[in-house]
T-cell receptor, first 114, second 112 residues
């Protein structure tokens, strides 16, 4: 039940900024955009999340458009260790119990090239 | 502070057998979710446990069942294993309202 669309793969030169786009045109007002990455079949690793404002942390920046229908994850200076599958996820609140699960799509395979 | 711990890391079972996978949540987390990740695919949600009850379930057959203990740890049981059950099984724990969602490294199950 993934509600996001991402490119299948992208390449980025080492040291350059990696910009990973995501479309989530059906996002609801109370749904967050989460980004996770998964390196070589390890468990997914949290990167960043946001509701409507741009966010930045030590790993990345998240730019969400004003209409919230798309977002971009920015890795400012990509390194070889950033090679991974990146998942853009809309967090769904399920029922009245307040359950919040993550529904993954197929993600974007980012390859950082030396 | 230990993160999410899963055991075993690898497991090989024969078709038709039963398997139990275990997960210890991150300290302070009370909710455990299980995911199945087939090769080349994104993780697929199996179910979530909170207060020792199954709170939500994905599109998985009844062969997949679980349990949560009073200490918030959890087990995933799969009966009558099929070859198609071969996958990486991921556990994630979270706190109130799903904050702090954290994944373990997974259990690689191979059914032969």
């Amino acid at each position: 039940d993934a509600k996001t669309t991402q490119p299948t793969s992208m390449d980025c030169a080492e040291g350059r900024a990696a910009n990973l786009p995501c479309n989530h045109s059906t996002i609801s007002g109370n749904e967050y955009v989460y980004w996770y990455r998964q390196i070589h079949s390890q468990g997914p690793q949290y990167i960043i999340h946001g509701l409507k404002n741009n966010e930045t942390n030590e790993m990345a920046s998240l730019i969400i458009t004003e209409d919230r229908k798309s977002s971009t994850l920015i890795l400012p200076h990509a390194t070889l260790r950033d090679t991974a599958v990146y998942y853009c996820i809309v967090r769904v609140a399920i029922g009245q119990t307040g359950a919040n699960n993550l529904f993954f799509g197929t993600g974007t395979r980012l390859t950082v090239i030396p | 502070d230990a993160g999410v711990t899963q055991s075993p890391t690898h497991l090989i079972k024969t078709r038709g057998q039963q398997v139990t996978l275990r997960c210890s949540p991150k300290s302070g987390h009370d909710t455990v979710s299980w995911y199945q990740q087939a090769l080349g695919q994104g993780p697929q949600f199996i179910f979530q446990y909170y207060e020792e009850e199954e709170r939500q379930r994905g599109n998985f057959p009844d062969r997949f069942s679980g349990h949560q203990f009073p200490n918030y740890s959890s087990e995933l049981n799969v009966n009558a294993l099929l070859l198609g059950d071969s996958a990486l099984y991921l556990c994630a724990s979270s706190g109130e309202f799903g904050y702090g969602y954290t994944f373990g490294s997974g259990t690689r199950l191979t059914v032969v």
